[in-house]
């Protein structure tokens, strides 16, 4: 075991969850998360990233409990975990009500909308590179 993973593995839960937010993309997956269920071709429209990064930050945050999946079909949406989704939400609204990012987080939340609009039936039906 290498020292920096020595070191994480013994970060404490408080750090751990504020590395969530650590990242850009991550950060604004989670913003898109609070807002609704959402499969990875809707993420990487709205955040505009390509869809082997979003993967790996769902990924990510499935594997620390952060998120869980639903599979429907040949398609899996990912939603908060319950039990983290209040703190969650709580962090991402303090930061917006200090106007952190506000901009960059409405838009992608408006994408995410254009998104959804789409579905047929309440279930993705198109893939990404749409919007």
Known sequence: MTASMCF????SKAANFFKLFADPTRYRILHLLTLDECCVCE???AVQTPQYTVSRHLAGLRKGGWVV???DGTW???RLAPEHAALIKAVLQTAQAHDLD?????????RLQTRLDMRTAGRCTLGYGIV
């Open 76 to 78: 899996i949406y990912y």
């Open 8 to 11: 994480y593995a013994h970060m």
């Open 69 to 71: 999946e639903r599979r």
């Open 102 to 110: 506000a901009q960059l987080l409405t838009a992608d939340a408006a």
């Open 43 to 45: 993420l990487v429209d």
